[in-house]
């Protein structure tokens, strides 16, 4: 049988550090591909204008699976201004280059799990009864639909005029914004489809029945905003009643739900959202396990057998510029164990996933975060490990 062939996306920053340690980790364990590196991030925009060539695109329409580090994006003029000077007058518009895979490849299922790992000294804990404390063992599964949403990119700044004709014709924005000067108004659109919303509810529910979660929770706002999440979760408990009647369906607002996530985090399995609040509640969860730094996730379209796996951490360029790295791979080899898993290599994904947790909860090798340090350059001094000491840990126990 010929390797698979796995497209590795360094993109900008920490992303190549954690990257190579996660590819140790994956030859380590056992995991037997070939890598082709794939042009994306901030540098291909400054010298080229698109921080996602095409000829990125056609890897990964070839060999279907990206392993992709991390991303800087930024504002709009900030990146105009970054933009080399022969395209400048090209008209030229930033946008993520992430966000344009998702949707050119229709990677709509995000998938982003969220687990307490034993003696991490990071983990939430509350205050119990007298003066005890207690760590509640955090199990939740947040799925984002990923092409949708707030992230669609249908917005304007000055809206062209028939766009503004047709807003006016709502008769709470002619109200409330038919005195504002057009050149004044910038829009952002929500837009949610039928279809895209049962996508992401049927993978919620599907995950929680195959592995044993309780509940599916919508999280969104359908008090306020009533046509988008208030479809969400009309089609959920039409699904849930048909399809699911074991699965218990609850509701939550998106604010009341970060004040719960320290009330009782543990009582949440799988919790399914739209774009903007499936990325909020992912990281408010993750703050709950460690951090960003054991923040893993997977994007997928299950048609066409396409998927890209990254840590939700971003480019971090300053730690970039360190000598030594010094930031945490967990997150990056975590997101390397969903490939696995999507892939159908359970076995090997198992046995990394083993050592990272013995690692962890060994407590002999602990990067920065871990050791609740701030991330300076001399925290290897202090007894950090570096990026590179806590693959090697990992692929000790592998």
Not at 85 to 97: N, T
Request: proline residues 5%; negative net charge.
């Amino acid at each position: 049988m010929s390797k698979r062939t796995i497209v590795a996306l360094p993109g900008d920053g920490i992303g190549k550090a954690v990257l190579d340690e996660t590819i140790r980790v994956l030859d380590a364990a056992g995991f037997e591909a070939d890598y082709v590196e794939g042009d994306i991030g901030w540098e291909f925009w400054k010298s080229e204008g698109n921080p996602l060539p095409d000829r990125t695109k056609e890897l990964i329409k070839k060999h279907k699976i990206g392993l992709f580090g991390a991303i800087t994006s930024k504002p709009k003029d900030a990146a105009f201004e970054e933009l080399s000077p022969e395209l400048q007058s090209k008209g030229l518009v930033y946008s993520s280059p992430i966000v344009g895979l998702r949707q050119h490849f229709g990677l709509d299922i995000c998938m982003r799990p969220c687990r307490t790992y034993k003696g991490n000294p990071l983990n939430f804990i509350r205050r119990a009864q007298g003066d005890n404390f207690d760590e509640p063992e955090i199990d939740a599964v947040i799925f984002r639909q990923n092409t949708e949403g707030l992230y669609g990119g249908v917005e304007w700044s000055d809206p062209p005029e028939q766009v503004y004709e047709a807003l006016m014709t709502h008769p709470k924005f002619d109200k409330n914004f038919g005195h504002v000067p057009k050149d004044e108004i910038s829009v952002s659109t929500r837009i949610f489809t039928k279809n895209g919303t049962e996508r992401i509810l049927r993978a919620a529910f599907n995950h929680a029945k195959k592995y044993g979660y309780k509940s599916v929770t919508v999280c969104e706002k359908p008090n306020v905003i009533r046509e988008t999440s208030g479809m969400m979760f009309k089609m959920a408990q039409e699904i849930q009643k048909t399809d699911f009647p074991e699965i218990e369906l609850w509701n939550t607002n998106i604010d009341a739900q970060m004040m719960w996530l320290t009330k009782n985090p543990e009582d949440y399995g799988v919790i399914v959202a739209g774009n903007m609040f499936g990325d909020i509640v992912s990281d408010g969860f993750a703050g709950l396990i460690g951090g960003l730094g054991f923040a893993c996730s997977a994007q997928f379209n299950p048609e066409t057998g396409i998927g890209v796996f990254e840590p939700t951490h971003g480019s971090a360029p300053k730690y970039a510029d360190y000598e030594t790295s010094i930031v945490n791979p967990v997150a990056m080899i975590e997101s390397a164990c969903m490939m696995l898993d999507f892939i159908e290599e359970n076995e090997i994904a198992k046995k990394i996933r083993k050592a990272v947790a013995e690692v962890i909860a060994e407590g002999k090798v602990r990067t920065y975060d871990m050791m609740k340090m701030r991330g300076t350059a001399n925290v290897i001094n202090e007894g950090a490990a570096t990026t590179v000491e806590m693959a090697d840990a990992v692929i000790a126990k592998l």
